[in-house]
């Protein structure tokens, strides 16, 4: 059993930053791939980018429309998953989720079935 909380969403201006935290409890975390996702009022739910277990190497995978521009990163110390943000555009605003399931794969893929969710964080991007 995991338990995911996300946090650190709010409003930012166009061309800015912020950093999401997703705090995991439960044992075992560096066995977990964890991805980022995202929905938008009236969209589907959207992959950002996944990050393998630590045990796996914590390889890292991003939908094009971020690659330049989020990073994702653990710290399995603190049990921890960081999706850091920059050079924000309005289109990124949505209630962001984290996500994970145990898997030893050295690659990760958003479009990959997870087993436990957190509640969600807003971010929104405006003037």
């Known amino acids: 059993q995991l338990q995911l909380v996300e946090s650190g969403g709010g409003l930012v201006q166009p061309g800015g930053s912020l950093r999401l935290s997703c705090a995991a409890s439960?044992?075992?975390?560096?066995?977990?791939?964890i991805g980022w996702f995202r929905q938008a009022p009236g969209k589907e739910r959207e992959g950002v980018s996944c990050?393998?277990?630590?045990?796996?190497?914590?390889?890292?995978s991003y939908t094009d429309s971020v690659k330049g521009r989020f990073t994702i990163s653990r710290d399995d110390n603190k049990k921890m998953v960081y999706l850091q943000m920059n050079s924000l555009k309005p289109e990124d605003t949505a209630v962001y989720y984290c996500?994970?399931?145990?898997?030893?794969?050295?690659?990760?893929?958003?479009?990959?079935?997870?087993?436990?969710w957190g509640q969600g964080t807003q971010v929104t991007v405006s003037l």
């Open positions: 439960g044992v075992g975390f560096d066995v977990y791939a």
């Open positions: 996500a994970g399931r145990r898997s030893f794969a050295t690659m990760c893929d958003t479009r990959t079935k997870n087993d436990y």
């Open positions: 990050i393998t277990a630590r045990v796996s190497g914590s390889g890292t």
